[in-house]
């Protein structure tokens, strides 16, 4: 078995909550890293302990760090847009998106990145955990 998560908010999401704070308007940036009502999906020993607690053998789990390049604001928008979209759709109230449009925050994200980059392009940065683990099997061969 293995699986990946977040040990913190990937980049991507930094450069949205930080758009978002410079918006005329409250805009709130609802982003959780943690998917499901239980457990701590971002703290490696508790993954460590769950998994050799559900009787995993060859438990390992890492941590590791990289980055990736984007190019411009408008790269950004493009592989990020739908992320945006869906905070936007979960995050604010039906008024508040109605008074502002898709096409209003992502020019406004634009906008906060083409300042805050000078117009060149940047590295996002993401810290997954990598976890893996045996099954054994109990059937005789």
Not at 32 to 61: F, H, P, Y
Not at 125 to 138: E, F
């Amino acid at each position: 078995m293995g699986f990946t998560t977040f040990h913190r908010e990937p980049g991507w999401v930094t450069e949205v909550r930080e758009a978002f704070q410079t918006f005329p308007f409250e805009a709130p940036c609802k982003m959780s890293t943690q998917t499901t009502a239980w457990g701590k999906w971002a703290d490696v020993n508790w993954i460590r302990k769950t998994l050799v607690g559900k009787g995993l053998q060859e438990v390992e789990v890492d941590v590791f760090a990289f980055l990736s390049q984007v190019e411009s604001a408008d790269a950004f928008i493009a592989n990020f847009g739908m992320m945006i979209d869906w905070i936007v759709s979960t995050s604010w109230s039906e008024e508040v998106r109605k008074e502002h449009p898709r096409e209003e925050v992502h020019a406004l994200v634009k906008e906060f990145l083409k300042e805050k980059y000078g117009g060149d392009g940047w590295q996002l940065s993401w810290i997954p955990i990598v976890a893996t683990g045996r099954v054994v099997s109990s059937a005789v061969v």
